[in-house]
């Protein structure tokens, strides 16, 4: 396939805004990104989609997202509002991901999926919860990300809430999953070994996770001093701050995702630099269930690869990009804080190094080798638009709903705002049903 005609966005290490721009694919791999004028002439018999008027640039990648939560729309949770972080986690989150069955976590995937293809966001790294279904949901979330096209890595998060049994069948279900990635590989699928945090995994259950990692050439997802209850509760019990914990237990590496990290030091901090961890900041999360502002400037400055996720908010990777511009500026009282190029490190340059612990080829990139996941928006920039000031014009002017075509391993998922690979009516449709009995379900707990 050759995109032509449009207003190419390389992102990679050297960017560059090609205008009148396109991007040659064979299969599902980038072969040459170029002129209009040179690469129709090099490929004048291929199968073209006219980009005119349009941005070309990398499908979007999520971080650290939550399929398992979609369920929670609209949902009122009885009683007075949660007042903390914990509460939420025990009235909201730790309920309604006891409700779901194998054929709930398909359709809370379907549903974030679709939302995903629609706002651009081609490559997804998700944490996965459902304690009274845990046998099989990766399989059964490997199925929607199948149907829908997209990439994504999966997990399942062990906890020690759910009693020893459902402990070693969280265990269980990444060690299964990992292994059948590894005998029989997806192109699209990945896979990490989930932690769900510090404060609901012993040193028991710990040890037994990295006993089963062993070998598996994997890394953790964690979720990371996300609220100030986490550390308390591992100075409490081990007398140690929570990354101080994870480095000593062997937690942390250069393919463990840290998710958070809202309430960490410095000397945390070196430990993540030290190891090479990954971090994900998560905006939109952390101002709703007000546990702080991480401290992502104090990161990037000690070389720590801190890259962007949605927590199970809405797939508008784009959304979150505003957000983190705003968030950081008024929490520092300073408009100097978290310019637009910061945000596109982040957002692009970060989360293409965060994927590479997942897939050989690069993602997150328009460039000769790398996969072929684009998209392409409507955007008529009345202002010059160059390699110098493309990430404000992503501040200011580009967001998700103005994705036309996406594009994942050479396959087109959405054209013309048409979803290609599923059926976003029929979706919506059973998940609605599917909802009502999951919302039923958390009522009588």
């Known amino acids: 396939m050759l995109?032509?005609?449009?207003?190419v966005l390389t992102l990679g290490k050297n960017p560059r805004v090609i205008h009148g721009g396109a991007v040659y694919l064979e299969e599902d791999t980038i072969i040459e990104v170029?002129?209009?004028?040179?690469?129709?002439?090099?490929?004048?018999?291929?199968?073209?989609?006219?980009?005119?008027?349009?941005?070309?640039?990398?499908g979007l990648i999520c971080g650290h997202t939550h399929f398992y939560g979609a369920f929670a729309r609209g949902m009122a949770i009885p009683g007075k509002p949660p007042e903390d972080f914990v509460q939420i986690l025990e009235r909201l989150w730790w309920k309604i991901d006891r409700a779901l069955t194998l054929e709930d976590c398909e359709y809370s995937a379907l549903v974030?999926?679709?939302?995903?293809?629609?706002?651009?966001?081609?490559t997804l790294i998700d944490h996965h919860a459902s304690p009274n279904a845990i046998d099989g949901s990766l399989d059964a979330i490997a199925e929607a990300v199948d149907q829908a096209g997209v990439r994504a890595s999966l997990c399942y998060e062990v906890t020690d809430r759910n009693g020893d049994e459902g402990a070693e069948a969280g265990i269980a279900e990444n060690v299964r999953f990992i292994h059948q990635l590894q005998t029989h590989p997806h192109p699209r699928l990945a896979a990490s070994f989930g932690l769900h945090a510090a404060f609901t995994v012993s040193d028991a259950t710990l040890e037994r996770c990295l006993q089963e990692v062993q070998g598996l050439d994997v890394?953790?997802?964690?979720?990371?001093?996300?609220?100030?209850?986490?550390?308390?509760?591992?100075?409490?019990?081990?007398?140690?701050r929570v990354l101080e914990r994870l480095e000593k237990r062997g937690v942390l590496g250069p393919k463990t995702i840290a998710v958070h990290c809202v309430h960490v030091d410095a000397y945390e901090m070196d430990a993540l630099r030290a190891t090479d961890t990954h971090v994900t900041h998560q905006p939109r999360s952390n101002m709703n269930n007000?546990?702080?502002?991480?401290?992502?400037?104090?990161?990037?400055?000690?070389?720590?690869?801190?890259?962007?996720?949605?927590?199970?908010?809405?797939?508008?990777?784009?959304?979150?990009?505003?957000?983190?511009?705003?968030?950081?500026?008024i929490n520092q009282r300073d408009p100097r804080a978290m310019p637009g190029d910061t945000v596109a490190q982040v957002a692009f340059a970060n989360n293409t190094k965060l994927a590479g612990v997942f897939w050989p080829q690069p993602v997150g990139v328009l460039e000769p080798g790398a996969f072929a996941d684009i998209i392409l928006l409507d955007y008529f920039p009345y202002t010059p638009l160059t390699e110098g000031n493309f990430p404000w014009?992503?501040?200011?002017?580009?967001?998700?709903?103005?994705?036309?075509?996406t594009i994942v391993g050479g396959k087109l998922l959405m054209k013309d705002r048409e979803l290609l690979t599923l059926d976003e009516e029929a979706i919506a449709a059973r998940a609605t049903e599917l909802a009502k009995h999951v919302w039923r379900r958390v009522a009588e707990l």
């Open 393 to 405: 014009h992503i501040i200011f002017g580009i967001d998700g709903s103005q994705v036309t075509h």
């Open 34 to 58: 170029g002129s209009t004028a040179e690469l129709t002439a090099e490929h004048r018999h291929e199968d073209t989609l006219d980009a005119t008027g349009k941005i070309v640039m990398p």
């Open 219 to 240: 890394g953790f997802h964690t979720h990371v001093a996300e609220d100030k209850a986490d550390q308390a509760d591992s100075l409490k019990k081990y007398g140690m």
């Open 112 to 122: 974030a999926l679709a939302d995903a293809i629609r706002h651009g966001t081609t």
């Open 290 to 329: 007000a546990v702080g502002v991480a401290d992502v400037t104090g990161m990037l400055k000690r070389g720590i690869n801190v890259a962007l996720g949605n927590d199970g908010f809405s797939n508008n990777m784009f959304t979150e990009m505003h957000v983190t511009y705003l968030l950081h500026k």
């Open 3 to 7: 995109i032509t005609n449009g207003t």
